[in-house]
């Protein structure tokens, strides 16, 4: 049925990430199709959404461990770069361009969300709107 309009689209559609579930465990596990989103706790952490909470991730099967990879569908969001940055910078700050070609900490939230941090490297992985 190649014309039939709305239903789920196939997974090459969208933003899918690899997250790590921190509220993951044997006795609680994360099933497919959970609502979750983003964690401030470190990179590329994720949890279950609590009661009222905006769903930012879909977890696209079971994990049942905290440092289990797990493949997420990502909503609000269009694609994740890397970027160099300059100043002090965490997981979960939004960025602005800064005058050399990366990106700094944003006075106010804007939409893109640090994911990563690599102190190293001195670069970011940003998820952006």
Do not use: W
Not at 40 to 67: E, F, M, N, W
Not at 115 to 127: D, G, H, I, M, R
Request: proline share 5%; with cysteine; charged share 15%.
């Amino acid at each position: 049925m190649l014309n039939k309009r709305g239903g789920i689209l196939p997974d090459d559609y969208g933003l899918s990430l690899t997250v790590f579930a921190q509220d993951a465990t044997n006795v609680a596990p994360i099933k497919a199709g959970a609502p979750m989103k983003l964690a401030t706790t470190g990179a590329y952490h994720a949890v279950r959404c609590a009661d009222g909470d905006a769903i930012q991730l879909v977890a696209k099967h079971g994990v049942s461990d905290p440092d289990a990879p797990l493949g997420v569908h990502a909503y609000g969001y269009s694609r994740n770069n890397e970027f160099p940055y300059t100043g002090t910078i965490a997981v979960g700050d939004s960025v602005v361009a800064n005058a050399s070609g990366g990106v700094k900490k944003a006075s106010a939230a804007n939409g893109s969300y640090v994911a990563l941090v690599n102190t190293s490297k001195q670069t970011v992985e940003v998820l952006l709107p």
